[in-house]
């Protein structure tokens, strides 16, 4: 949850194409599959499935770079995502 922000009342389909969004890092690629919130006045920085929608205050990351995320010192992580189907891992290691 960002604070501020209004929960969604509209479900979005699972095909739509803002699940296809791209990797928010610099010279990358690859698709986005995590998203990444902060809030300052907790030192907290959230890592959480791909949000439905895209938002200023949050960064889309690639399964890469949310797994090589790290947070400055004093600052906590929380990896809030889903845990990923058997189906769509071993679809990525073949
Ligand atoms: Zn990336």
Redo the contacts with the bound molecule.
């Keep these: 949850m960002v604070p501020g922000v209004p929960p969604l009342l509209t479900p979005v389909p699972l095909t739509s194409a803002a699940m296809t969004r791209q990797?928010?890092?610099p010279s990358?690629d690859?698709q986005?599959v995590a998203t990444l919130s902060y809030q300052y006045s907790a030192s907290v920085v959230w890592l959480e499935s791909l949000a439905p929608e895209p938002h200023p205050m949050t960064h889309d990351?690639?399964d890469?770079?949310a797994e090589s995320q790290s947070v400055p010192m004093g600052w906590e992580l929380r990896d809030e995502r889903v845990p990923r189907l058997p189906l769509a891992v071993a679809a990525e290691i073949g």
């Design positions: 990797c928010a890092r990358c690859r986005a990351l690639c890469l770079h």
